[in-house]
């Protein structure tokens, strides 16, 4: 350490010295100045040692001391006041006089009394220092609880932020999390339904090669089988004993007769096997199978007549859940005028219940049509009983072209809606609606 | 001479009775020919006015509303009527009343919504056997 640094530091000393005496007051020296010194609890007395006062004494070294220090602080030597049973010396000169002694006890009692106020000013002011401190203690402990409290509650509101952020950014994360699935999964379904198509498009591409082979097939094979026919008529004809060819008509798999019902050229004698099926196996999925091999057979042949008779038989028999099958009865009836248009209406509302077999274009393109289907029957109907009407007005006739003017109105409106909805080509929805309406109001709606 | 007073002056006592002025309809197709099934209707009134079959004509000099209204037709009203027939667009038209000869020659178009059955938009679905995936 430098002197230019130890000098503020001896200053600082020299002052602190000469200051702390001025500082120091009488009641710092209390101790020194013992107010009952003796051995048998008297303020003053002579033992052999010598006598004892409140006044200080002082070791050998002029140190004082309280009178009441049995040895010295410094050298350890015994004082006047070493052995508690030291003999007192005996007291010379006279006793005092009565008034003396009741003064005397006067100013002890005095005395006692301000013992004893002491007493209590001290004991009350321990009493005050206690409760101060306590108090102060009380006060610690309730500041260090609410500190403890807001600490708690800080931390709780942090960790619940903190919670509210996690749910936050746990929420974000999940909706992006389904949103990527979502596209994940549109994409697939797109994927799947390009692969479908395509799928579809081939197995038609090849069904329709296939079918196209099995009718080359099927042709020749009939060409030979007419030729072979000449040659065994021609050979019965020389030999009319010999037996004609066997035809096999067994139907045991269905799933073999398809090539030839596609083509239409099932025989007599399967069909025959197929409509026993049809009529006799207890499963409904097996009079389903059946059934579609002779709807399929009959319009491959052409037999429109045949093949009607059969839809409607599998329709109201058998199967109500195909809406293909529903939409294309409904379609071929809705071409043959209005003596079918309530069988288009009951059709198409059957196709229409099973609606949701079909997806994309194909639900809208195939809805929009059945809705047509009905408006444009309903309104055959109408014009017929109009017509009706015209030609002999009567009440019966007037309440059927209500009733069928209605159905048009209702239809056509379904229609248009659905039309509008869908984008596909309104204009003529409307003023169909319109024509049975007789208002763009009731056809637009509110 | 007595007597062909006494019937002009009832003549005319018999002409202040409240009668609309009659506003006649003609409904035609394009070709013009009369339409027999058409109706002749006022937005606000219920009841429809059937043209004569044989014409094509319906008279109207008056409209009841459905609030027990008469609208009885005079000269300078303008009305408004909704003209439709089964198989044909409706037609929508505002008349202006004149004191005579009020004749409304209407012309529909025909509404061949039957054309539409069976056209592009109709797919002809193929029937499947019951399977899913048709056999190779």
Redesign the interface.
């Known amino acids: 350490m430098t002197t230019a640094r130890r000098k503020p530091l001896m200053t600082a000393l020299a002052l602190w010295f000469v200051a702390a005496p001025a500082h120091a007051g009488w009641g710092d020296f209390d101790a020194l100045f013992a107010v009952l010194p003796c051995p048998d609890g008297w303020m003053a007395c002579e033992t052999s040692a010598g006598g004892l006062s409140p006044e200080p004494l002082r070791d050998g070294s002029g140190v004082p001391l309280p009178a009441d220090l049995r040895v010295g602080w410094f050298d350890l030597a015994p004082t006047a006041a070493f052995s508690p049973f030291a003999a007192m010396a005996a007291r010379s000169g006279s006793t005092a006089p009565q008034a003396d002694q009741a003064a005397v006890a006067e100013q002890a009692a005095a005395k006692a009394e301000a013992e004893q106020v002491a007493a209590a000013e001290a004991q009350r002011v321990a009493q005050e220092q206690a409760d101060e401190a306590r108090r102060q203690r009380e006060e610690a402990v309730a500041r260090a609880n609410q500190e403890a409290e807001a600490a708690r509650r800080m931390s709780e509101q942090a960790a619940s932020a903190s919670a509210e952020e996690r749910a936050r950014l746990e929420k974000e994360a999940s909706a992006a999390r389904e949103r990527a699935a979502a596209a994940e999964r549109a994409r697939i379904e797109a994927e799947a339904q390009e692969r479908a198509r395509q799928e579809a498009a081939r197995a038609e591409a090849e069904r329709m090669a296939k079918a196209r082979a099995e009718a080359e097939s099927a042709r020749k094979a009939q060409e030979e089988a007419a030729r072979k026919a000449q040659e065994t008529s021609a050979v019965a004809a020389v030999d009319p004993t010999r037996p004609a060819p066997a035809v096999s008509s067994d139907c045991t798999d269905l799933t073999k007769l398809e090539p030839s019902s596609l083509l239409g050229t099932l025989t007599p004698g399967q069909i025959e096997c197929v409509e026993k099926r049809v009529a006799t196996d207890v499963k409904m999925t097996d009079k389903d199978k059946a059934s579609r091999l002779l709807m399929s057979n009959a319009f491959a042949k052409g037999d429109k007549e045949g093949w009607e008779k059969l839809v409607k038989r599998h329709l109201e028999e058998i199967n109500q859940s195909d809406p293909d099958l529903s939409y294309k009865y409904a379609l071929v009836l809705s071409k043959m005028g209005p003596g079918r248009a309530a069988g288009v209406i009951k059709w198409s509302d059957v196709a229409l219940e099973n609606k949701t077999v079909w997806t994309g274009d194909t639900f809208t393109n195939r809805v929009n049509s059945l809705y047509k289907f009905r408006a444009v029957a309903a309104q055959s109907l109408w014009q017929k009983a109009e017509t009706d009407f015209a030609a002999e007005a009567n009440d019966d006739k007037k309440a059927l072209v209500e009733k069928h003017r209605n159905s048009t109105k209702v239809y056509a409106r379904e229609w248009f809606e659905y039309a509008k909805v869908a984008g596909k080509d309104a204009t003529q929805a409307l003023q169909l609606c319109m024509s049975a309406a007789g208002t763009k109001d009731y056809c637009e709606g509110p | 001479m007595m007597w062909l007073a006494t019937f002009a002056a009832l003549s005319l006592a018999a002409d202040t009775t409240e009668i609309g002025i009659p506003v006649t309809f003609e409904v035609l197709d394009v070709e013009g020919a009369p339409i027999?099934?058409a109706?002749i209707?006022h937005?606000k009134e219920q009841d429809?006015h059937r043209v004569n079959?044989e014409t094509g004509r319906a008279v109207v000099s008056a409209l009841y509303l459905p609030d027990g209204t008469e609208v009885l037709f005079t000269k300078g009203l303008e009305l408004e009527f909704?003209i439709?027939?089964?198989?044909?667009?409706?037609v929508?038209l505002t008349y202006l009343v004149r004191k005579r000869r009020n004749l409304v020659p209407v012309e529909l178009e025909k509404?061949d919504?039957?054309s539409?059955?069976?056209g592009e938009?109709?797919?002809?679905?193929?029937?499947?056997?019951?399977r899913d995936?048709?056999?190779?």
């Not at chain 2, 002809?124 to 019951?130: A, K, M």
């Open positions: 027999p099934t109706v209707r937005p429809r079959v909704e439709s027939a089964p198989g044909f667009q409706n929508h509404l919504v039957q539409l059955v069976g938009e109709d797919e002809d679905p193929v029937i499947q056997f019951g995936k048709p056999i190779d």
